[in-house]
Each structure stands twice: as C-alpha cells, then as structure tokens.
C-alpha cells in the first residue's frame, strides 16, 4: 500500500531556506503516470497548492511561489522535496505532501509537518 | 490566472441535504475533485472527476457538474460532516492548479 511521509524542519529563521522531503514507501516514485505534489495549509487559511513533479521529473509550480521553489526527485531514496528560499512569516504552514496517479485525483497524503517561520 | 469560487459557509441540520458550490471558468474543461479537511487531519478525497466516488467514501457524498459550476451533494448529514470542504481543478491548459477558498460545513 502506498504511503507517503513529510518531514521537515518545525523552524526556520526568515530569509533562510525551507527544505522538506516526502518519503515514499509502497511504490517507486518514478513509476509512469504518477505526479506527486506539494500542498499547505497556513493557520487559519484554505489549502494552497505548491507544486507538481512527474515521475520524468518535470515540474510545475504556483506562480506566486515559482521564483522561489525547487521540486525535486531522489530516486535512489523514493523521495522527493521542495526547497522554498527567503522565506518570511507567510510561509508558515503545515506542508502536505500528495500522489495522484493520472487524472484519479489527490488520493494517498501525508499527515503534513509544520513549518513556521520566526525569528 | 485560475480561480475557484465557494461559499464560505453551509449550515444544515442532521438528515438534511447539504450542497456545496464551486464555480470557475475552466471547470468546463478540467476535472474537479472535493476534499474533507478536518482539524489536525490530512484531506480526504472524497470525489474524483467531477462525480466519481473513491472506494471507502459513503454514498450520501456525490458530486455534480453543470457548464462552469461543481456541486458537492451531502444527503443525510450526519454530525461527523462537519468539516471543511474543498473544491480542486486547474487551468484551461491543466498546468497549473487551484483550490477553492474552502467551505465551512456546520451541522446545527
């Protein structure tokens, strides 16, 4: 069964870098046909959309955070990541990370991991 | 850009029928998809493809489509839907993905 697990950091500082990573058990992550994607949540606000990367290893990302965001795979250890750079107190949030496999829909996630931003 | 409109709030009380909206111009073209959220926990899928129905998710949950609107049917509330719900698609070109701002389901 799939199943995907965040983990991240809990603080950092702003302007530093945020790096999370989703390890993936019960599938290979470059198997064909599956996108694996980066959601969040900040306080007291809806579900924001980070961005994708495909099993090819292409990626497509918010256009608010595009600037700032690299999505990558590791294939050697199932897992993929985002690094999110100069990061301030709006970045805080519980970061999610996701599989669809085609069009089937957002179905196995994480329990997310918190991130928050203070100095 | 994208966009994705739903009602802040919906209240219903137990057994009735509860529907949330979602309205967007590219829902013509893409899929929508609605997730559960509740506090402290992961979203739940609880509607594919405008109206498919994951395995596991009760049948009281159902969604519809009509031209740019998405609606998500609860029939037969019950006092564990109450949750935030969320409606999802993207861009006419598919790139780029969106959420609703979220709906606030209260069961009275």
């Known amino acids: 069964q799939l199943q995907v697990r965040e983990s991240g950091p809990g603080l950092v500082k702003p302007s530093q870098t945020l790096s999370v990573t989703c390890t993936v058990s019960?599938?290979?992550?470059?198997?064909?046909?599956?996108?694996w994607t980066w959601i969040r949540q900040s306080p007291g606000k809806g579900l924001e959309w980070i961005g994708n990367?495909?099993?090819?290893?292409?990626?497509y990302s918010s256009p608010s955070l595009q600037s700032r965001l690299i999505i990558s795979l590791d294939t050697s250890k199932n897992q993929f990541s985002l690094q999110l750079n100069s990061v301030t107190a709006a970045d805080t949030a519980v970061y999610y990370c996701?599989?669809?496999?085609?069009?089937?829909?957002?179905?196995?996630w994480g329990q997310g991991t918190m991130v928050t931003v203070f100095s | 850009s994208h966009e994705l409109t739903q009602p802040p709030s919906v209240s219903v009380s137990p057994g009735q029928t509860a529907r949330i909206t979602c309205s967007g111009d590219?829902?013509?073209?893409?899929?929508a998809y609605w997730f559960q959220k509740k506090a402290g926990q992961a979203p739940v899928l609880m509607i594919s493809k405008d109206i498919e129905r994951p395995s596991g998710i009760p049948e009281r949950f159902s969604g519809t489509t009509s031209g740019t609107t998405v609606t998500l049917t609860i029939s037969g509330v019950q006092a564990e839907d109450e949750a935030d719900y969320y409606c999802?698609?993207?861009?006419?070109?598919?790139?780029?993905?969106?959420f609703g701002g979220g709906t606030r389901l209260t069961v009275l």
């Open positions: 999802h698609s993207a861009d006419t070109g598919g790139t780029y993905w969106v």
């Open positions: 019960g599938a290979s992550i470059d198997s064909p046909g599956n996108y």
């Open positions: 990367i495909y099993y090819s290893g292409l990626t």
């Open positions: 996701t599989r669809t496999r085609g069009a089937d829909g957002l179905d196995v």
């Open positions: 590219a829902l013509s073209r893409q899929y």
